[in-house]
């Protein structure tokens, strides 16, 4: 039995059709306005992740951290760029959500009220 479209089956594709692109709109103007602020946040994540993924290896090992050599000089860069962070304001959802994960990979473990914040700006899932 072949089906045909019903009024809601279109209209229903019509939404999807207008969430994509407006996903697409606000991804295209997230770059625009907070592109810098936007990689600032990424190289930070990356440099936490990064150490902890370092530490970890070592310790599995048995190993000494080389903490003077990799983990410090790393250290270092992270806190450049939250300086840098913290100047930059964040100017749409996105640039609001990526200083929201920065601040979850930090803080929010050690603090409720910040977790439940993150959790709400970053989705439930995060938490």
Same mark, same amino acid.
């Given at each position: 039995m072949e089906r045909? #479209?019903?009024?809601?089956? !279109? +209209? +229903? /594709?019509g939404i999807a059709m207008l969430v994509l692109a407006a996903t697409a709109a606000g991804a295209d103007k997230a770059e625009e306005l907070d /592109?810098? $602020?936007l990689a600032l946040c990424n190289e930070a994540c990356d440099i936490h #992740? /990064? =150490? !902890?993924? !370092?530490?970890?290896?070592?310790? =599995?090992?048995? $190993?000494s951290i080389p903490y003077e050599t990799v983990i410090w000089p790393r250290t270092a860069r992270w806190h450049d760029l939250c300086a840098e962070i913290v100047d930059t304001p964040a100017r749409t959802p996105e640039g609001i959500r990526a200083k929201a994960r920065m601040l979850a990979d930090v803080i929010a473990l050690d603090e409720p009220m910040v977790a439940s914040l993150c959790a709400d700006l970053l989705g439930r899932a995060f938490a």
């Open positions: 045909h #479209a019903t009024r809601r089956d !279109i +209209a +229903a /594709g /592109g810098p $602020l #992740a /990064g =150490s !902890i993924r !370092i530490e970890d290896e070592y310790e =599995s090992r048995g $190993l």
